[in-house]
Nanobody, 123 residues
Framework: QVQLVESGGGLVQAGGSLTLSCVAS????????MAWYRQTPGEQRELVAV????????YADLVKGRFTISRDNVAKNTVHLQMKSLKPEDAAVYYC????????????????WGRGTQVTVTS
């Protein structure tokens, strides 16, 4: 069973930094893209950053220049989101997402979400 598990959330002061990690597991052969979304109560989940299989990245305007998404150099099934100069408005539950993962046996799993990790930013 394919799973995405996030870690690294926590409490940080405004202006501080935090790095989130997402590990994909489950007899994985190939991951198409991985992304980070975030959601605050009463709001829709919004895309923060995405990295594709070729390591091309894209960011929401609100986080450009402050957040960096990257794939782990060693553990290729792990993606990090480095967040700098955090603002109170960055506080949210951050979710890891993959659009398509191929597993041993050729089966593809689509639209996989992690359970989220809370990021709290104090002013």
């Amino acid at each position: 069973q394919v799973q995405l598990v996030e870690s690294g959330g926590g409490l940080v002061q405004a202006g501080g930094s935090l790095t989130l990690s997402c590990v994909a597991s489950g007899n994985i052969l190939y991951i198409n893209s991985m992304a980070w979304y975030r959601q605050t109560p009463g709001e829709q989940r919004e895309l923060v950053a995405v990295i594709n299989a070729a390591d091309s990245t894209n960011y929401a305007d609100l986080v450009k220049g402050r957040f960096t998404i990257s794939r782990d150099n060693v553990a290729k099934n792990t993606v990090h989101l480095q967040m700098k100069s955090l603002k109170p408005e960055d506080a949210a539950v951050y979710y890891c997402y993959s659009d398509r993962i191929r597993v041993v046996g050729g089966h593809q799993v689509l639209d996989i979400w992690g359970r989220g990790t809370q990021v709290t930013v104090t002013s």
